[in-house]
């Protein structure tokens, strides 16, 4: 009985190591059959892949991650040109990928200068999505009539919020952004600190329906009005041009009064757009 009992305890104690075994090897990448487990008598073939696998596991992983990293390197090297042209847009609507790209390529159709030489005509739209202290009032104020949630209010509430606005500050003063979509509020804090044009320095004239001196609601331009990744925006969304930032004087003055001038003019351009429905209606 003890003798049966020993064997018991040592088969199993066998079956539990070739057990172990068998997932370590496993693991590592190897294909064992259940009998090339056990054939102690006979030397384990192995094809070179696996043996090369086995003992530079870790050299293959590391050369293969920078490999991918590269690819994915040169990719969006390939796929981000230099932009031409930069328009912002400050507000409470979102713009996700599809959307944003879709508005970039329309801004783009519109280039006419390669002006960094680099073969492809490009513009850029820097989205932020900021919600102002009185739209998230209002905001509140609808949800409490329906006693809901406002996602709105805890959207203004959060770093996010705050984020964007900073980064909408920093663009206006020593970023790229010229043309501007902002929202109301915004919009009067650059006004009022002198940072934008009049419509008659930026665009030659002032359109009818115009919110004051320097700035005209998207809405009334048919370039915005016709493309439908902007034609959604919030219908008091104003139009403006930033003036050269006072940083200019640190940053380069000539070269920025050269990029401002293009975005001037590109500014005349998207104002003076006619869609092809009007244009072939006036034909």
């Known amino acids: 009985m003890k003798e049966n009992k020993d064997n018991t305890v040592d088969n199993q104690e066998k079956e539990n190591f070739e057990s172990n075994a068998s997932r370590r090897l496993k693991a590592l990448g190897a294909d064992l059959t259940p009998s090339e487990e056990t054939a102690e008598d006979e030397p384990k073939k192995t094809g070179f892949f696996e043996n090369l696998w086995y003992h530079y596991k870790g050299l293959i992983l590391v050369v293969l991650g920078f490999v991918v990293i590269f690819s994915v390197g040169i990719t969006q090297m390939v796929r981000n040109k230099r932009p031409d042209i930069y328009v912002l847009y400050a507000g409470p609507a979102v713009f996700d990928n599809s959307r944003a790209a879709e508005a970039e390529k329309a801004l783009s159709s519109l280039i006419k200068e390669d002006s960094n030489n680099d ?123 930033r003036r050269v930032s006072t940083m200019s004087a640190f940053t380069g003055r000539e070269k920025e009064e050269k990029t401002h001038a293009r975005h001037v003019a590109f500014a005349r351009a998207l104002v003076g757009y006619i869609p092809e429905e009007a244009a072939q209606t006036a034909e």
């Not at 739209?135 to 409490?144: I, N, Q, R, S, V």
């Not at 010229?178 to 109301?184: M, R």
């Not at 006004?191 to 934008?196: F, S």
């Open 119 to 241: 073969g492809s005509l490009v513009a850029r739209l820097n989205a932020l999505c900021y919600v102002s202290k009185d739209k998230a009032a209002a905001a509140k104020a609808e949800a409490e009539k329906k006693n809901e949630q406002s996602a709105i209010v805890e959207y203004a509430n959060s770093q996010e919020n705050r984020d964007a606005l900073k980064a909408f500050s920093d663009d206006m003063l020593v970023g790229d952004s010229v043309i501007c979509l902002l929202d109301p509020y915004l919009y009067g804090t650059i006004r009022d600190a002198g940072g934008l044009l009049t419509l008659e320095e930026a665009i030659g004239f002032k359109p009818e329906g115009a919110v004051d001196d320097y700035g005209v609601p998207a809405n009334l331009i048919p370039f915005f009005a016709s493309v439908p990744a902007f034609s959604t925006l919030p219908e008091d969304t104003v139009f403006t041009v």
